[in-house]
């Protein structure tokens, strides 16, 4: 994480001030961090050589654990093995894609396996995910594995679940999670239809210059996945949960406040309303109207509006039985005012009350 790096820098510049106490001839030597450009063309020159040397087996057993499981392996028969590579922007499932991710100050472009897209929602970059995994380095050595048992992760990089790969973040928002059983006899859930794949990371959206528990600085990794189920998280505790705070709806939502980390960010992934540097998903007033988002979306007394709780839903939707307390019935949104003061509840795309321009909250 981006996070994990600058704490990183920081231990850096305690060593130096250290060493700087020391006799000279036990002085620490601070190795600085390579070139970030000079990495990335590196590691990209491997993970390509990567792709056109292996090739995948997939497990296809729906209702069992092993249900697209992936093996990767060198080639040793051209005929009936095709290069990973050989699947670059198919048709079809397998698709191997690529995606642009700005960090680092640099552009990366992430290729990522497409083994099943899923049937159900995409996280976005900050929301919690519920996942299995393996971790492989490009010589094959596999350094880590979840075994097949799903765990819950944060991809914002922060708390105990916290995902200190950058790359995570990036590629599950392009897969969505499936279907669930409810829990048989001893608990077990059973999933089927989940989105699948393997991203292939440049060592700049992995742990870069920190070497890890079976992973040597600078190693590109391989992580194969499946994505079992996700949660939403309202970061600025708004009312609004941070999928509807992406305004642009490309499935990100990123904090760029940071000048030294991000010193010149597309214009083009900032979902920042009010232009005040604080993303929506961040800001708790996102208009910058002086009304907080959550005092916009809360139900004016008197007004006409249908169900039990305090705030408007964003977008109502069928009451859904597997959340027995949330009455999703309520048919009045958050609302979009109109210059000659028309109130309009639920015009799919309209801008919301909290995000219009130039509206103040119903009083
Ligand atoms: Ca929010
Ligand atoms: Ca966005
Ligand atoms: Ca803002
Ligand atoms: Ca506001």
């Known amino acids: 994480m981006n996070k994990f790096k600058y704490y990183f820098v920081l231990l850096l510049a305690g060593i130096a001030i250290v060493s700087c106490n020391k006799k000279d001839d036990d002085e620490v030597v601070v190795v600085p961090l390579r070139d970030y450009t000079e990495q990335y063309k590196a590691d990209n020159d491997s993970i390509i050589k990567y792709l056109n040397r292996n090739y995948i087996t997939v497990t296809n057993a729906p209702g ?17 093995q095709p290069s990973i590579m050989s699947y670059l922007n198919s048709e079809t499932f397998p698709k191997l894609l690529t995606r642009d991710v700005y960090n680092d100050n640099i552009t990366y472009k992430v290729y990522y396996l497409v083994l099943r897209e899923g049937t159900g929602h995409s996280p976005v970059n900050t929301d919690r995910v519920y996942n299995t995994y393996v971790g492989n380095l490009l010589n094959g050595t596999q350094f880590d594995s979840s075994n097949n048992i799903p765990g819950y992760w944060d991809l914002d990089g922060l708390g105990d679940r916290g995902v200190f790969v950058d790359g995570w973040k990036e590629i599950f928002p392009k897969f969505k999670t499936g279907t669930a059983s409810a829990p048989d006899a001893s608990g077990v859930v059973t999933y089927n239809n989940f989105g699948a794949g393997v991203m292939f990371l440049p060592s700049g959206l992995a742990y870069y210059g920190s070497s890890q528990t079976n992973i040597p600085a600078y190693s590109p990794l391989v992580f194969s996945f499946k994505l079992m189920d996700l949660a939403r998280i309202d970061h600025d505790r708004d009312g609004v949960f941070d999928f509807n705070e992406d305004v642009n709806h490309d499935g990100y939502v990123y904090d760029f406040s940071n000048k030294t980390l991000y010193p010149n960010p597309p214009a083009n992934l900032i979902d920042d309303t009010d232009g005040d540097g604080t993303p929506d998903f961040l800001d708790i007033d996102d208009d910058g109207d002086g009304y907080t988002t959550l005092f916009e979306i809360t139900k004016p007394t008197g007004a006409p509006v249908t ?23 309520e048919t009045w949104g958050i609302p979009a005012v109109a210059s000659d003061g028309t109130v309009d509840y639920i015009s799919p795309g309209r801008l919301r009350l909290h995000v219009d321009k130039n509206h103040h909250a119903i009083k």
Not at 64 to 80: C, F, L, M, R, Y
Not at 312 to 328: A, L
């Open 307 to 329: 169900g039990i709780s305090k705030y408007y839903p964003y977008d109502p939707i069928p009451d859904s039985p597997v959340t027995p307390n949330i009455d999703e019935t």
């Open 64 to 80: 069992t654990p092993q249900d697209q499981d992936v093996t990767i392996s060198k080639i040793t028969d051209p005929a009936t």
